[in-house]
């Protein structure tokens, strides 16, 4: 359904450089699938992410959407064609409440509607659909409403950028159940969640390990799982090298 | 019916009205009062001299609210006001004031409107102030209001005051004098556009132990406007005031913020806080990501800051 053929993607850094953070990414996510993006730190996930949401612009490759390619499109119109993104780093707003985030999220959406998602987050619509987005919200609050966010839209696909950071146990268990029933098998749709739990990533459909920039493992969770977890141990100790404390072996 | 549907329009926008209000209410067009009409429990009158209003809440008052807002579709016309609002005492009491101008012509359309407003002891005020403009764009829209307060003791009062748009040029003076345990706080929202220039001139004097104040200002100019906001909070016995100033700068638009705290004793609390930006990208690419085009997601974000 979604597509990225070679997809290359630099950034300019402080010094003015140009650095490739993305060295050539070829994924295909299928409709009816939810699929686990995991990998070290600074890996590329995020920026995957990004790139498909048209926040981050590729230098080279296609992205195709159930086979048109939208690699010229802006993020406005991308958002429009049925991609959504539930950012890692919420962002705040003075002055705008929940309530309205949401509407925005989905204008058509009745207030039912805007209450059952807050409720799927675990949140009091009571309590919060009036509140600002602002600093007053923590961080498991910003993050569970920029969930709610997605959910509500309910795109062609969803990527869901670590839902589970900050956020507690129960809520992050509900949510998952919500996401993998929502999408496994559906006929139309399919859901990328960016994670590091070891709970969540072998109950997707399929894993991909980003690593360098690069697409370094994938699979299904009985194929790679077990492998998954070596290669990140040998990837922490060699970023770490030379430095003996942290030689986890 | 004097009023026609231009002034209904103007009453509309900066006071919520539809049609005529009950209650206690004062609606100066053109310089003159058009409509006044006092209630059991607010009383609504010339003041001595004949400049303006008096506006006096009795004792003990609860829920009520007055209207006293002023148009001008005149053009050129130069109107200035003094009225007085006296809030007895323990009175839970609601001005709506504002003023709107109309002005078609190449002329200056101008209003001074000085209010002197005293809270008595335990009594609590809400007041809200909304300017707005409109009209051709070679007459220019001038507002001054000049609002003196005193909130005595164990007190409260909150001035939300608003320039929505269309002011060419503002001076607005606000000083405040808060007794024993008596609380402030104010909110002041501007938007200033193209050439338009504002300054706002805000001096809390918190005169008694336990006072506090607290004023929230918002601004954002576009286009090539300027805007001064100068805060002095001058604390003269165990007290708690802050100030904050966020700003959102467009285009080649300029913004001035003068804090100035002044501790009179030890126990005075005083701060400030302040930030002039532009919109922050992360906001604009969260809401695009939502679906809004650029220009729509400015507007929600400068509409939600201005809010
Ligand atoms: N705008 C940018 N400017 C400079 N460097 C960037 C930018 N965006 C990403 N990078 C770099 O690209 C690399 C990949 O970042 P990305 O956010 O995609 O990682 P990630 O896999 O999501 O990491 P994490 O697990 O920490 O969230 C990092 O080294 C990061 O510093
Ligand atoms: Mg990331």
Redesign the pocket.
């Known amino acids: 359904m979604l597509k990225m053929e070679n997809i290359h993607m630099q ?1 300019n ?1 402080d010094s003015g450089e140009d650095i490739e ?1 993305l060295k050539g990414i070829n994924i295909e996510f299928a409709k009816g699938k939810v699929y686990a993006i995991t ?1 070290p ?7 995957i992410a990004k790139v498909i949401m048209g926040i981050y612009r590729h230098s080279k490759g296609r992205i195709l959407l159930n086979g048109e390619d939208i690699s010229e499109l802006s993020l406005t119109e991308r958002a429009m064609k049925g991609i959504g993104y539930a950012f ?1 780093q919420p962002t705040r707003f003075k002055g705008l409440t929940i309530g309205s985030i949401l509407k925005i999220a989905s204008p058509e959406a009745d207030p039912m509607h805007i209450r059952k998602y807050l409720r799927d987050v675990g949140l009091c619509p009571e309590d919060y659909l009036d509140r600002d987005l602002g600093a007053g919200l923590s961080g498991g609050e910003i993050k569970r409403i920029e969930m709610a966010q997605l959910l509500l839209r309910s795109p062609l696909i969803s990527i869901f950028d ?1 839902p589970e950071a900050g956020v507690d146990l129960w809520t992050i268990q509900k949510l998952l159940g919500l996401i993998l029933s929502r999408y496994k098998n559906n006929t139309t749709k399919t859901a990328v969640i960016i994670t590091h739990n070891e709970k969540i990533i072998p109950m997707c459909d399929e894993i991909l390990v ?1 690593d360098g920039g690069v697409i370094t493992a994938q699979g299904t969770p009985k194929e790679i799982w077990h492998l998954i977890k070596d290669d990140i141990e040998c990837k922490v100790r060699y970023q770490c090298q030379g430095d003996v404390i942290y030689d986890i072996k | 019916m004097i009023l026609n549907k231009l002034d209904m329009d103007l009453l509309n926008t900066i006071a919520d009205i539809k049609g005529v209000p009950s209650g206690a209410l004062n609606v100066r067009l053109n310089g003159t009062a058009v409509l006044r009409q006092s209630s059991p429990n607010i009383m609504v009158g010339p003041n001595a001299d004949g400049s303006g209003l008096l506006v006096e809440i009795k004792p003990g008052t609860h829920d009520e609210t007055v209207h006293v807002p002023v148009i001008l579709t005149q053009a050129g016309l130069q109107d200035k006001v003094y009225n007085t609002f006296i809030v007895g005492e323990g009175a839970d009491a609601t001005i709506i004031a504002g003023c709107g101008i109309h002005n078609e012509s190449h002329a200056v359309s101008q209003h001074d409107g000085i209010h002197e407003i005293i809270v008595k002891a335990g009594a609590k005020l809400k007041y809200t102030e909304k300017h707005y403009g409109e009209g051709s764009p070679a007459g220019k829209r001038v507002l001054n209001p000049t609002t003196i307060i005193t909130v005595h003791a164990g007190g409260s009062a909150e001035l939300e005051m608003v320039q929505i748009k269309g002011v060419d040029n503002t001076i607005r003076s606000t000083v405040a004098h808060v007794h024993e345990k008596g609380s402030l706080k104010i909110i002041e929202r501007l938007l200033t556009q193209d050439e338009q220039q504002a300054e706002s001139d805000i001096e809390i004097i918190l005169e008694g132990s336990d006072s506090t104040a607290q004023v929230l200002s918002r601004a954002v100019a576009q286009g090539q406007s300027y805007q001064v906001f100068r805060a002095v909070l001058i604390g003269k016995e165990s007290c708690l005031g802050h100030v904050e100033c966020d700003a959102i700068l467009m285009d080649k638009a300029r913004i001035k913020s003068i804090p100035e705290l002044q501790a009179e004793k030890a126990d005075a609390v005083l701060t400030h806080e302040a930030a002039i930006g532009k919109i922050a990208g992360e906001q604009l690419i969260k809401l695009m990501s939502l679906g809004l085009t650029e220009d729509d997601a400015v507007n929600t974000i400068l509409e939600g800051f201005l809010r």
């Open positions: 950034v850094n953070i990998g730190n600074g890996g590329g996930k995020s920026s890692q670590e980003v």
